[in-house]
């Protein structure tokens, strides 16, 4: 670093100490204020059965109708990009589970939108919770699909960068629908039985960013009700929804598609979408023609989406789960240190729940992490609040030599190591969106101007993502405190 060059950083450090300094107390909350709506779940697991299962599906749109009359912002691509018409509509999706031991049911809800802090989905577990018309609950997650056509949940797609690009009137319908999809599908409960079975893809995914590392399972959880009444089936897979490309088209992407294979296929029947570990990034085979522009953008993503659903229903490995559903969650706090999205948050383009740390130019975000656990160590999820890079899910580094720090990484345990469960795999961007989370001896800033600029490698490989993340200790302190809460569920 030349001269002027520690000049710019230094120059930058000061600006945002100030600001952190000055920003008014209004912008900073506690943890326990943080954690008020997050149901802690079981406090130890057990795995004595209950007699039956119970579940319920819940489903409203929230695609505004005045696109034509006022301005929306679709979010994922490039900013200031105007919604011009709407592809498909955008939903949110929930499912109840309660395996009827008595401690009560779980809420799993996803959402079709880029990605959603973890103050705007407390408001969605406050509107329902306080609604009164849900029973005993004891977990409420709340997940995105990660669509890039969606429209602006975060505020950072806006017409200029230090303006918010949410519409308020928009949110609250959002999180006000949410909660109606919540309550129906508490609402709607019914006796049954639970399936849960996978299958390994082959040739649909790429990774655009070394390690080459991704998680080819689709998993299916498959519940039929006893009333002979239709299927609700859960699907998880990870790759970014980004197949329409940079279009100004309101629509959910691949999973929409994914979900109307199987709901036209098995009529009467429900489905939603998790998205997994996408960090890295994990996204379809052909995304470098979609980034391009070469290739039909819309037929590629409804062909991509009705594949998956018929690979979902092609699923001939299902087992039958006893009804035994543990799942516990703890509120975290990691360290702030990208420049860009505190200035975010100073602006209010982003609302993120943030903290002082003591150091006067340090803050820190407030969020989540979560452990599922379902029948007799059959399945282990992993709720994680962004998205992960894969390896730190399943240990495939990249070696002291290949990463951009030459040093090997450093954790205790990586995710999959964490649990003894048959199968596991993550729900990523589930109860906040922290962006990407990567390994730290891979994790390279530009010199000049962190966060800002990104960074090119010794091996002349591109940085991005860095630049989109909460810092280099993201990683390392999800993957601790997910391995104290598992230790808490067991002792």
């Not at 082959?202 to 080819?216: F, I």
Request: net charge negative.
């Amino acid at each position: 670093m030349n001269f002027r060059d520690s000049l710019t950083k230094k120059a930058v450090g000061s600006l945002i100490s100030f600001i952190i300094s000055t920003m008014p107390k209004k912008c900073f909350t506690t943890q326990k204020i943080s954690d008020e709506f997050m149901l802690a779940g079981d406090e130890r697991f057990s795995y004595a059965p209950g007699k039956k299962w119970t579940c319920g599906f819940g489903k409203a749109s929230y695609t505004p109708d005045d696109y034509d009359s006022k301005t929306y912002y679709i979010a994922g691509y490039d900013s200031d990009n105007p919604v011009k018409g709407v592809l498909d509509d955008l939903y949110a999706r929930a499912v109840y589970l309660d395996d009827n031991r008595g401690s009560g049911g779980v809420i799993f809800c996803a959402l079709d939108c880029v990605g959603m802090s973890r103050k705007d989905i407390n408001d969605i577990r406050k509107y329902a919770l306080e609604s009164g018309r849900l029973g005993k609950i004891k977990s409420i997650n709340i997940s995105s699909t990660h669509t890039h056509a969606g429209i602006d949940t975060q505020g950072l797609w806006g017409e200029k960068i230090y303006k918010s690009g949410k519409d308020k009137a928009f949110m609250e319908k959002l999180k006000r629908i949410a909660a109606q999809a919540v309550i129906a599908a508490f609402e709607s409960r019914k006796d049954g039985r639970l399936f849960m079975g996978y299958t390994i893809v082959e040739d649909m995914q790429a990774d655009v960013r070394t390690p080459e590392t991704y998680d080819k399972n689709l998993t299916s959880f498959r519940f039929s009700p006893d009333d002979k009444s239709g299927d609700i089936y859960m699907i998880s897979f990870a790759s970014h929804a980004e197949l329409l490309g940079t279009t100004s088209l309101v629509s959910a992407d691949f999973p929409a598609y994914l979900i109307k294979e199987i709901e036209e296929s098995r009529p009467g029947s429900d489905a939603v979408f998790f998205n997994g570990a996408v960090g890295g990034m994990i996204s379809a085979k052909e995304i470098k023609k979609v980034y391009r522009d070469s290739i039909d953008c819309e037929a590629y993503m409804k062909g991509f989406g009705k594949e998956l659903g018929e690979k979902a229903l092609s699923i001939n490995n299902e087992k039958e789960l006893k009804p035994i559903l543990n799942i516990k969650s703890k509120g975290i706090a990691v360290p702030g240190d990208n420049t860009v999205l505190i200035l975010a948050r100073y602006l209010n383009v982003l609302n993120n729940d943030i903290g002082r740390t003591g150091k006067r130019s340090k803050v820190c975000i407030y969020s989540e992490v979560g452990y599922v656990e379902f029948g007799d160590k059959d399945v282990a999820v992993f709720l994680v609040p962004g998205e992960l890079f894969p390896e730190l899910y399943n240990g495939d580094f990249l070696t002291e030599k290949d990463s951009a720090n030459h040093r090997k990484a450093s954790y205790r345990k990586v995710l999959a190591d964490m649990t003894d469960c048959r199968h596991k795999f993550v729900i990523g961007l589930c109860n906040d969106e922290l962006g990407y989370i990567l390994a730290e001896n891979d994790f390279l800033l530009n010199e000049t101007l962190p966060y800002i600029n990104k960074a090119t490698d010794d091996m002349d490989r591109d940085h991005y993502e860095e630049t989109n993340s909460t810092g280099p200790e993201t990683g390392k302190i999800i993957l601790d405190e997910t391995e104290s809460l598992i230790k808490s569920a067991y002792n």
